[in-house]
């Protein structure tokens, strides 16, 4: 039986600092599970429905399961509407991350809303960008929320957490590689010559890119405006981005 100490330790995984302190995470809803049983993350506990249980029981056959009420699926999460599953699931280690040849990694300097965090990582994994690297003072990946926006995507991106200028110090050791920054009044996204390989910064939603991030960037690029809005949002500009730079592929 689901108790209520399980219950209560469930919720307090929507708060970071008990996901740090038990180094676990919640991943709620059908498809966002769905993409969990098939990636290579380690599952501690699902809560589901008995519905979702058997149409999913040939992978469940390893994993802790306790089949529970739609209404206690509700009160252990953070989603309003719930129907099928919650699973308690193990973080990954912090690993570095670095470009391979031929290959592009994200970079993103203090991405505050988690809804555009699990947005970027879904648009990333659209695009094939399989690395992304977050500066210390961007919201945590496995927030609640960045989970459940990034629609299972969370699951095939790899993430590193990092000062942004030591990274690209690091980096910077072995060789000098193409760090590219998105700026106001730079060169036309549409027109830029991409390199084979490198890494694209994108800032902050309201300020951009710091200028301790600044120093590092070695091309800067424009998505042009044709009408009046001030600004797009960073998901958005991400998107556009990864299109321009695909289209040279």
Known sequence: MFSKQQQKYVQSLQIKKYR????RFLVEGAKSVVELLNADFEIELLLCTERFFLENEKKLKKISVEQISQSEL???GTLQSNDAALA??????NKFLVADENEFVLILDDIRDPGNLGTILRIADWYGIKKVICSEN?????NPKVISASMGSFSRIDVYYSIISEYIENINKNVNIEIIGTFLNSENVHRFEFPTNGY?????ESKGISAEVEKFITK???IPRFGHAESLNVGIATAVVLDNLKRRE
């Open 88 to 93: 308690v699931v193990k973080m990954r280690e």
């Open 200 to 204: 694209i910064v994108l800032g902050n």
């Open 20 to 23: 740090q302190e038990h180094q």
């Open 74 to 76: 509700e009160k252990s």
């Open 138 to 142: 961007t919201v945590d990946f496995y």
């Open 220 to 222: 800067k690029i424009t």
